[in-house]
């Protein structure tokens, strides 16, 4: 099975940025579609963008359209999610996932393999 690890969080000021990574192993990405997630303490786990492997279409959560960009390179087998002018309310955890079937954008469906994620703190 294919194995997605999250990296690239840090603990930041407010207004910055950061772009987290994530890499497949164990095999390629295969999935249609990857997803972003994020999960603060004391909240439930939210969808924030989803980008379809093949085209590289993007899509966004409200909350971050403005500032969060999904990407992905193929050939490393790898997805990125930059987000820029961060505020407070980004500190969660964040996690990527492959998506299950075709859904994208809200009707994302997460496969049940959940990473570790990675922790994204932004300081005010």
């Known amino acids: 099975q294919v194995q997605l690890a999250e990296s690239g969080g840090g603990l930041v000021q407010a207004g910055g940025s950061l772009r987290l990574s994530c890499i497949a192993s164990?095999?390629?990405?295969?999935?249609?579609?990857m997803g972003w997630f994020r999960q603060a303490p004391g909240k439930e786990r939210e969808l924030v963008a989803t980008i379809t492997w093949s085209t590289g279409d993007a899509w966004y959560a409200d909350s971050v359209r403005e500032r969060f960009t999904v990407s992905r390179d193929k050939v490393k087998d790898a997805g990125y999610l930059q987000i820029d002018n961060l505020k407070p309310e980004d500190t969660a955890v964040y996690y990527c996932?492959?998506?299950?079937?075709?859904?994208?954008?809200?009707?994302?469906?997460?496969?049940?393999?959940w990473g570790q994620g990675t922790q994204v703190t932004v300081s005010s």
């Open positions: 164990g095999g390629t990405f295969s999935s249609y579609v």
């Open positions: 996932n492959s998506g299950l079937g075709i859904w994208t954008g809200r009707n994302f469906a997460p496969s049940n393999y």
